[in-house]
């Protein structure tokens, strides 16, 4: 029987041993194996939520279904004589039954969150012949059909004075009327904000196409953007989404604006001297609606315009909310003609601003001076300029 092995510490070595046996080899310490999480970004860690996520399906849900029903109104009740004589009565059932749409499913899903929204339905009340038109329109794009009651306790769901404590929704069910009647570019626009900040915005963009270098090809965008995980869009007819930046240039004068179609929501003369003062040569890109934000985003125009035609004028909280969150997350900036930012704070108007300036984060400064010159805005003196 062989002796028992030594502990370590009792062995002892000779200095000038010729021997290379070594006395004591311990097994080797098998190792740990390691748990991989392929979805994760470290080993056995949990894949980080996603912002918003119920908020942002729920949002992309709603805009969609909403601009599927304007489109069907535009097919059915739009005509070139409805155009001719300024009838607005289809963007009224368009604007009314996308409301009806958009509001029942926030509800449904978030039915503690207020919603600023830019109908009531007291016509609706006091027309009924609408008010039915309305309701067959909503409750063929819906999943649950709804009565006449329910239908117009969803559209005044759209009361909410905003502010800047807790989380609200804000919402413009056809953005741009006119292009809307024209079959041209209108939006429907969905933004959540939260404490006075945005930090969700949607805008569905229904006649848009999905590239402007082919205008007669497919048609639909979503624009969409979290604040803090960059913004991207998608076409109507596919879930896949694609980032995008604003155009990358250094100097304005490389790139051209993006307009409003409507004289009377932009100031057109002092847009043609500030581009003249920035050596912009390039044809503007003219649009109605939010839609002139995704343009931005994405790069096909480096610049939107909205200059005041008033002193007394307050902008609407659900005409900039998601296209200004969007050009941000892409890498734009967004202020008023004063460089301050959009303050989403103080109710359903941007009450502490005048005017918007967006472009891309290298010429903002650029372009915000030439407003400045051209409307003679003095420099404040603390400045929230954003760089």
């Known amino acids: 029987m062989s002796p028992p092995r030594r502990a370590r510490s009792e062995i002892k070595y000779e200095e000038n041993s010729d021997s290379d046996e070594i006395p004591y080899a311990p097994e080797p310490v098998p190792k740990k194996t390691r748990k991989v999480n392929p979805d994760a970004k470290k080993p056995g860690r949990k894949p980080k939520a996603v912002y918003l996520a119920s908020e942002t399906q729920v949002a ?48 449904r899903s978030f039915p503690d969150d207020p919603i600023v929204g830019e109908e ?9 012949v ?10 063929g794009v819906h999943d649950q059909a709804m009565t006449a009651d329910e239908m117009t306790k969803f559209i005044d769901l759209g009361n909410y004075a ?17 292009g809307f009647l024209r079959g041209e570019q209108f939006a429907v626009c969905l933004a959540l904000v939260v404490d006075g900040k945005v930090e969700l915005g949607v805008v569905g963009c229904p006649n848009l196409p999905v590239d402007m270098e082919k205008p007669d090809g497919e ?20 879930d896949v989404t694609t980032k995008i930046k604003t155009v990358k240039v250094k100097t304005a004068e490389e790139t051209v604006f993006c ?52 002193d007394t004028y307050e902008e609407k909280i659900w005409d900039h909310a998601g296209g200004m969150l969007i050009v941000e997350e892409a890498g734009g900036v967004v202020t008023d003609i004063d460089g301050k930012p959009l303050d989403f704070s103080v109710g359903r108007t941007l009450k502490n601003n005048k005017g918007v300036v967006a472009a891309g984060k290298a010429i903002h400064a650029e372009v915000l001076d030439a407003v400045r ?4 805005r003095e420099v404040p003196v603390e400045t929230n300029d954003a760089q």
């Open 373 to 376: 010159v051209v409307l003679k």
């Open 259 to 310: 307009e409003s179609v409507e004289a009377g929501h932009s100031s057109q003369s002092e847009a043609a001297q500030i581009a003249q003062l920035l050596k912009i040569t390039g044809e503007s890109v003219r649009m109605d609606s939010q839609c002139k934000y995704g343009i931005v985003a994405r790069g096909d125009a480096g610049i939107y315009l909205r200059l005041p035609v008033s």
């Open 219 to 238: 048609r639909g965008c979503l624009f969409i953007a979290t604040r803090g995980n960059g913004a991207v869009t998608r076409s109507f007819s596919s």
């Open 60 to 107: 992309v849900e709603a805009v969609l279904k909403a601009s599927s029903l304007c489109q069907s109104v535009f097919k059915a009740l739009v005509t070139e004589e409805t155009v001719t004589k300024k009838d607005k009565s289809p963007v009224t059932v368009a604007d009314f039954g996308a409301q009806a749409i958009v509001n029942a499913l926030l509800s």
């Open 130 to 139: 609408l008010r039915d038109r309305v309701l067959a329109l909503v409750n």
């Open 120 to 128: 009531d339905s007291k016509d609706l009340h006091a027309d009924h």
């Open 162 to 178: 905003g502010g800047p404590q807790g989380r609200f929704w804000t919402l413009d069910p056809i953005d741009g009327t006119k």
